[in-house]
């Protein structure tokens, strides 16, 4: 049968070499798509390599759900497509026990390293992913007393920290609700409530949740890239960090965050299987349960309206920032978009990641590149179709 399959494949247009974990989703996307597709032994940690796309995954014997894994690459490499991105990465983990179901980075000929992938999207922390970090800074805001939800926070039209103009793409009123600092996407409130945190704390928080330290997967990527920390974790750097602007991170170290942050406050070591290990306290219960609260609130009224799914409940949020240009500072024509999803909202189960550089989708004439129009869509569509009694079958 999979010599008949493959005979079949062969006749589309080039050579084709698969493993039998892939030749499912080779079929669906040589029929669908029509380009070739030659991949590489699926047990080994090398890149699947088609005629539009470079795909490297965990290996397919480390998953425990592999068949997830295949459709996420399947959903995630059409949703490339549609946005006309560089490249991508999701990552899907199971947010009580860190375990990863799946991890996938695709790369296409419109990236600066298609030729010669440099990183794997998923796992290298190559882009600082902005807005994604809010998160954090609520959360610990909260954890530590300083805020409620209905803390009310001046809102200036700018705020200037040192040298620096801080600003909202959208302006909200001159008084805020926390809960609506969240909501709107303000970094000039979130900015303010890193003030109250302290740069200090505000280290020592990130480094609990995993954000300063390489993960094991890691090693399995060479690279030359190093995470980009700050030289000096001044207040200044404290207020760009707050909105996710000044330190790199993976989607697989987001992923790990957001599971300790909503799994009622405990941290987690991500693995491709479950690690009996000591878990220690992040942030307190009632906390978690907030920070709950305000993802599913960004999904029924706020920014992540598309990211929304129906008959399950979804907590989400969303990033976008400049990339960094190779030769410093940033590159303003290049957008990196990421959206942290977390299903079922009331009692957590999951969290997705999904990351796309520089996507794009065309809304009534206009060209949208942010996180709420690019990659929330593709969120909601991957839940939609790995959904928790999916995931969950043996």
């Not at 006749?11 to 892939?22: E, F």
């Not at 189960?349 to 009534?364: A, I």
């Amino acid at each position: 049968m999979i010599r008949q399959l493959f005979n079949k494949l062969h006749t589309n247009r080039g050579d084709l070499s698969l493993c039998r974990g892939a030749l499912r989703i080779c079929k669906q996307f040589a029929i669908a798509s029509c380009f070739f597709i030659a991949l590489s032994a699926c047990d080994q940690m090398r890149p699947l390599e088609t005629s539009t796309a470079f795909i490297h995954s965990a290996p397919t014997r480390a998953l425990s759900t592999s068949a997830v894994n295949e459709k996420i690459t399947e959903i995630l490499l059409q949703g490339i497509t549609e946005t006309k991105a560089e490249g991508g990465a999701a990552v899907l983990v199971e947010a009580n026990t860190g375990q990863i179901m799946s991890l996938v980075s695709i790369v296409t000929p419109t990236a600066p390293d298609w030729e010669e992938p440099r990183y794997n999207r998923a796992v290298t922390p190559v882009h600082e992913l902005g807005s994604v970090f809010k998160t954090f800074t609520i959360a610990q805001a909260l954890d530590m007393a300083l805020v409620a939800p209905e803390t009310i926070i001046a809102i200036p039209p700018s705020l200037r920290i040192s040298r620096f103009q801080i600003r909202d793409f959208e302006q909200l009123n001159g008084h805020s609700t926390v809960r609506d600092v969240f909501l709107r996407n303000s970094n000039i409130g979130t900015a303010q409530i890193s003030q109250l945190i302290g740069s200090e704390a505000q280290q020592s928080f990130f480094g609990e949740l995993g954000l300063l330290s390489p993960h094991l997967l890691e090693k399995r990527y060479p690279t030359q890239i190093k995470q980009g920390h700050p030289s000096n974790w001044s207040n200044v750097v404290a207020a760009t960090l707050s909105f996710g602007h000044g330190l790199t991170a993976s989607p697989l170290q987001i992923a790990g965050a957001y599971s300790s942050l909503i799994n009622d406050g405990l941290s987690v070591q991500l693995s491709t299987a479950p690690l009996p290990r000591f878990r220690r306290r992040v942030v307190n219960t009632g906390t978690s349960e907030t920070v709950r609260h305000l993802l599913q609130a960004n999904v029924q009224v706020g920014a992540m309206s598309l990211a929304a799914v129906n008959d399950l409940d979804v907590g989400a949020y969303g990033g976008t920032a400049e990339m960094l240009a190779a030769s410093g500072g940033y590159d303003e024509s290049r957008l990196v978009s990421t959206v942290a999803a977390v299903f079922p909202i009331e009692s957590p189960k999951y969290v997705l990641v999904v990351m796309l550089e520089s996507p794009v989708v065309r809304v009534d004439g206009d060209d949208l590149r942010t996180a709420s129009w690019t990659v929330a869509p593709l969120a909601a569509q991957i839940i939609e179709h790995v959904r928790p009694e999916l995931i969950d079958q043996p």
